[in-house]
Each structure stands twice: as structure tokens, then as C-alpha cells.
């Protein structure tokens, strides 16, 4: 039987660090790697970025939107970054931040992470604003498959500040009932459960608490969107187990040479290192 999500997570992080790669293939960044605009450029810059960081991080993040923009022949293309990335011996996390009502989310599921589910990912990121319960059936089934949820929870872009920092009625704020609703999943489980949830890199120290979590957490905003290692310090501490700082454009940018992306990554990683705790 294969290993839970989070014990496959925790042991990718142990041997290879916590960096969370991105593959967002930004037109921009397309044409700045001297590729066509085109399905066909789409995939050499795809393809070449899961190779060269799949084979130094513990796990990748290709940002579904970059590939569906593209079209069928566009998402295709993100099926093999799947492929790829794996056969380089990370794992993947599909970002697609998918969240509907119970019944649609359970086709989600069956796109993403359920057993023989369409795309062999790892994990994927889910939006609980439509209820947390709307995912209960997710992270089920992602459970019963060996696979993982990346739960939005405290995102990174400003515009979340008004939805996310507002209070309930028990005086928690909404991404602390997210967190703690992950919380209540990965109970008990060793080294820490399937359930991750998303709190950006951005945020203000102290506006989340994740000491209950016992589950990975997906930190974006590391790199271009401005977050830098004593952010992820102040944010989230030292030594918390399945931190996950997640960085996209500020590595892509050093393609195409895929010895310098290699490298780029490996860098940000040696640069993490002290942020992890010990054994991890
Ligand atoms: O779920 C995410 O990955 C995510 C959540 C969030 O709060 N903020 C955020 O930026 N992201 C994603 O993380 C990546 C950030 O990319 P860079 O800013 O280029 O590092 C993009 O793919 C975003 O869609």
C-alpha cells in the first residue's frame, strides 16, 4: 500500500529540504527563455522546469491556470509536468485551488486525488470558502488514495486581507476556523497528517495559529511577491514541521539553462535549511 501523503512528504523534505518549487509558465517568462507563445513553447518550458527542479526539490507546484490557458493541447501538456516532475522523483502538488459544493467537488476529487484519479498527482490546493464541510469528501477520498489537500486557508494577495482576517462569531478569525478545521483531520497522525493548509509567506506574524495543525503548510509569497527568510522566520517561527516555502517566478526567471535552475533551487534550499526543525 503507498504511504500516506504526509509521510511521503515529511521524508521527501528530510532528503532533499522544503523547498515547494513552482512551475508557473507566465507568458512573460515563456518569451524571456526565448520560447514561442504557443503549445509548443508552452511545453519545452514546462517540461524542461519539472525535469531540472523535480530532480532537487522534495516537491513541485505547477500552477494549473498557466497550462489551461493554453487550451486541451495546454493541459495535456501539464498531464506529462505530472509525469515528468515524478520520474525525477518529487512530488507534485497540483495548484489548482478547486472548491464547489459537495457533489461537484467529489468530480474535483476524481480529477485530482482520488484513487486512479485522472491527473497522478500528489496533493492539490482546495478553497474552502464555500464551508469546510464541502471538502469533507475531498480529503476522504485524498486519504483513502495516499494523497494530500493544500487548503487555502491565509492567502498571500492583499485583496484577501477583509475576507480572511474577519471575525466569527466565537472571535476566531475565518483562516483560523480553516486552520483549525485541517487541525481536527490530522489528529493524532505521525509524523504530521495529509491536510495542509495555505498561509502566505505575507502575512502578519501572529494572525494564525498553527501550533494544533499537525499538517504541511504551503507558504507562498517567498521570492517575487516580496516575502524574504526573515519574513518566513517572523511568520512562522522555527523548527515548525511541514513549512513549505513555495517560490515560482524567482526561480523560474534563471531558466532556460536548467543547470542554473538546478542550482538556483538547491541555493533557496541551503537558505531554508535552518529554518527546519530537527530530524526533518
Ligand atoms: O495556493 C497557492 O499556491 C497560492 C496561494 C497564495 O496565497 N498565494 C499564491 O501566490 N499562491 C500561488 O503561489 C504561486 C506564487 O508565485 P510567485 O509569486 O511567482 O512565487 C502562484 O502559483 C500562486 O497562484
New binding site residues.
Given amino acids: 500500500m503507498t504511504a500516506r501523503f504526509g509521510a511521503r512528504l515529511a521524508e521527501a523534505v528530510a532528503a532533499r529540504g522544503s523547498l515547494c518549487a513552482?512551475i508557473?509558465p507566465h507568458p512573460g517568462l515563456i518569451e524571456a527563455w526565448g520560447l514561442p507563445l504557443d503549445a509548443s513553447g508552452l511545453e519545452r518550458f514546462a517540461l524542461s522546469a519539472a525535469e531540472a527542479l523535480g530532480e532537487v526539490a522534495a516537491i513541485v507546484?505547477p500552477?494549473s491556470a498557466f497550462f489551461e490557458a493554453f487550451g486541451p493541447a495546454g493541459v495535456a501538456v501539464l498531464e506529462r509536468v505530472v509525469d515528468v516532475a515524478h520520474d525525477a522523483g518529487a512530488l507534485v502538488l497540483l495548484?489548482v485551488?478547486r472548491g464547489d459544493i459537495g457533489s461537484t467537488m467529489a468530480a474535483y476529487t476524481a480529477a485530482y486525488v482520488a484513487e486512479k484519479a485522472a491527473f497522478t498527482a500528489d496533493a492539490a490546493?482546495v478553497s474552502p470558502y464555500l464551508g469546510f464541510g464541502a471538502l469533507d469528501a475531498a480529503v476522504a477520498a485524498a486519504r483513502e488514495a495516499g494523497n494530500g489537500l493544500?487548503v487555502?486557508a491565509r492567502?498571500?494577495?492583499p485583496e484577501a486581507d477583509a475576507l480572511q482576517r474577519a471575525r466569527l462569531e466565537d472571535g476566531r478569525t475565518v483562516a483560523q476556523s480553516v486552520v483549525d478545521a485541517a487541525a481536527d483531520h490530522n489528529a493524532g497522525a505521525e509524523p504530521y497528517g495529509d491536510v495542509g493548509v495555505?498561509v502566505?509567506a505575507t502575512v502578519a506574524p501572529g494572525e494564525v495559529d498553527l501550533s494544533r495543525l499537525n499538517g504541511p503548510v504551503?507558504a507562498?509569497?517567498f521570492?517575487?511577491?516580496g516575502a524574504t527568510e526573515a519574513d518566513l522566520r517572523a511568520v512562522f517561527g522555527e523548527g515548525l514541521p511541514g513549512l513549505l516555502p513555495?517560490?515560482?517566478?524567482?526561480l523560474l526567471r534563471h531558466g532556460p539553462d536548467t543547470a542554473a535552475l538546478r542550482r538556483a533551487a538547491q541555493e533557496v534550499n541551503g537558505r531554508l535549511a535552518g529554518l527546519r526543525g530537527k530530524g526533518q
Avoid: W
Fill in positions: 513552482g508557473d507546484k500552477q495548484d485551488k490546493t493544500f487555502l492567502t498571500s494577495n495555505v502566505g504551503l507562498p509569497g521570492g517575487a511577491q513555495a517560490s515560482s517566478r524567482d
